[in-house]
């Protein structure tokens, strides 16, 4: 029995799973949400096939392929669908649509499954991604929340869920704070093709022409770079700039890198990156206090000569509405996002 016609993005909504056929490698960069990974081939067994491919000949490749993609077939029957009904409709996909999930289907179509195949693979998919984040960025109506470095900006975003606004943490989506010490412990970064995934579902789950509160970004998070067209609204929209005293954000700060008290070894690491931009006199006394745990000192002066001119770079042709916080208390914030949340309902 050979296997349908495959199918196009629309059939993911009706499909009863979406199965991975790529490898666990393959996966872990990218995949398409809600789907679950049953490899045609492992990460060492597609490495050997491309091998044979390279060095042998392609039919040594597609019969030691063959035989591999037919054991973990089984083992998957076994192991992960044996309490599929007769009627069970998953969607496979693999990079291109090609011979992985095209022999994963008609494999489960011999079984008396209704498997389908999705046209073009994860490319399928990357490309409906980029589309959504192009066409679906124009008409976001984004409200920015600026401000130096240690303004509480993503407290304040947390602080605008609690109060029932719409809310895009790129930060969170990107697990990195922004900042040349924005690294967040324990967390690496996702791919950027993940990155751009999870960007999109935001925008595609957001009420049309409702408000969506989102922090100022440069074009770089960290190893992440937004797309183009969502780049170009977020610096074309309105917003409100924090006006935090500096005491308040050395505190803030200074509890945000608290983990750098433990092990500088990160901290060293990210001050190298700024040779660069300071003079050899800084980055050693910042050197020193960052040995030392005097953090206080380094937050102080890293805001003085570097974060605060940068920031104030960045303002000088986006002038901004700007909102006096007199600290970043929790009941601060929360009275905050109560009344942009109001003001944003209102429509003023």
């Given amino acids: 029995m050979s296997a349908p016609r495959p199918v196009g993005i629309a059939a993911l909504a009706e499909a009863d799973a979406v199965i991975d056929a790529r490898s666990p490698a393959e996966h872990a960069l990218d995949h398409i949400p809600g789907a679950h990974n049953a490899p045609a081939l492992y990460d060492g067994e597609r490495e050997r096939v491309g091998t044979l491919y390279k060095q042998v000949g392609a039919f040594e490749a597609r019969r030691v392929g063959g035989a591999l993609m037919a054991a973990n077939l089984a083992r998957h029957a076994e192991r992960r669908w044996a309490d599929k009904p007769a ?23 011999l079984v008396g499954w209704q498997a389908l195949q999705l046209e073009g693979g994860y490319k399928t998919w990357r490309r409906h991604v980029m589309e959504r984040i192009e066409t679906l960025s124009p008409q976001l109506d984004l409200r920015v929340i600026a401000g130096p470095t240690g303004s509480g900006k993503t407290r304040l975003l947390h602080a605008l869920v609690a109060a029932g606004a719409q809310v895009l943490d790129l930060e969170g989506l990107a697990r990195h704070k922004g900042s040349v010490l924005g690294g967040v412990p324990g967390a690496p970064q996702p791919a950027q093709t993940a990155f751009e995934t999870q960007l ?149």
């Fill in 200 to 348: 999109a579902q935001v925008l595609m789950r957001h009420p049309p022409g409702a408000p969506l509160w989102v922090e100022a970004e440069s074009r770089r998070i960290g190893r992440i770079t937004l797309p183009t067209p969502f780049w170009e609204r977020l610096r074309a929209s309105p917003g409100i700039a924090l006006d935090v005293p500096r005491v308040a954000r050395i505190g803030f700060l200074r509890e945000d890198y608290a983990h750098f008290g433990q092990d500088p070894a990160p901290l060293l690491a990210a001050l190298e990156s700024l040779h660069r931009v300071q003079s050899r006199e800084n980055l050693s006394r910042w050197r020193g206090w960052a040995m030392a745990g005097e953090l206080d000192w380094l937050v102080e002066e890293l805001l003085a000569l570097h974060y605060d001119p940068l920031y104030a770079r960045s303002q000088a042709t986006a002038p901004r509405m700007s909102v006096a916080l007199p600290d970043l208390s929790a009941h601060t914030l929360a009275a905050t996002a109560q009344a942009l949340t109001d003001a944003g309902a209102s429509g003023s």
């Fill in 87 to 109: 009627n069970w409709r998953p969607l496979v996909y693999c990079w291109r649509g090609g011979m992985r999930s095209g022999a994963m289907v008609t494999w489960m179509r």
